[in-house]
Nanobody
Framework: QVQLVVSGGGLVQAGGSLRLSCTGS????????MGWFRQAPGKEREGISC????????YDADSVKGRFAISRVNAKNTVYLQMTSLKTGDTALYYC???????????????????WGQGTQVTVSS
């Protein structure tokens, strides 16, 4: 059974930083492209960033460029999202997801991703 466990969310003031972690089990993590996504109330899901199995970053949303960075440590079955200079507009439920490296997917919309974590809330206060 595949599980993606997301952690690291919370409440932070604008301008602050958080690091999210997503740890996978039940899959050969190194064979998967990993992505981070978010969804705010009343808004569509937004792709943030994706990283191939060899840590090549295939996508960074314009809204987070220069502020968020995806990274992964395959030996730990973990992908990270380092978030800096957080804004109130970054408030959302954040998810990680996995797709086989051989499969077609869209990072911007999250289409094609097979496995999804449970999400963690990030709230940025002004």
């Amino acid at each position: 059974q595949v599980q993606l466990v997301v952690s690291g969310g919370g409440l932070v003031q604008a301008g602050g930083s958080l690091r999210l972690s997503c740890t996978g089990s039940g899959l050969n993590f190194a064979d998967y492209t990993m992505g981070w996504f978010r969804q705010a109330p009343g808004k569509e899901r937004e792709g943030i960033s994706c990283s191939t199995r060899i840590s090549y970053v295939t996508y960074d949303a314009d809204s987070v460029k220069g502020r968020f960075a995806i990274s992964r440590v395959n030996a730990k079955n973990t992908v990270y999202l380092q978030m800096t200079s957080l804004k109130t507009g970054d408030t959302a439920l954040y998810y990680c997801a996995a797709v086989s490296s051989s499969a077609h997917y869209s990072c911007s919309g999250g289409f094609g991703f097979t496995y999804w974590g449970q999400g963690t809330q990030v709230t940025v206060s002004s």
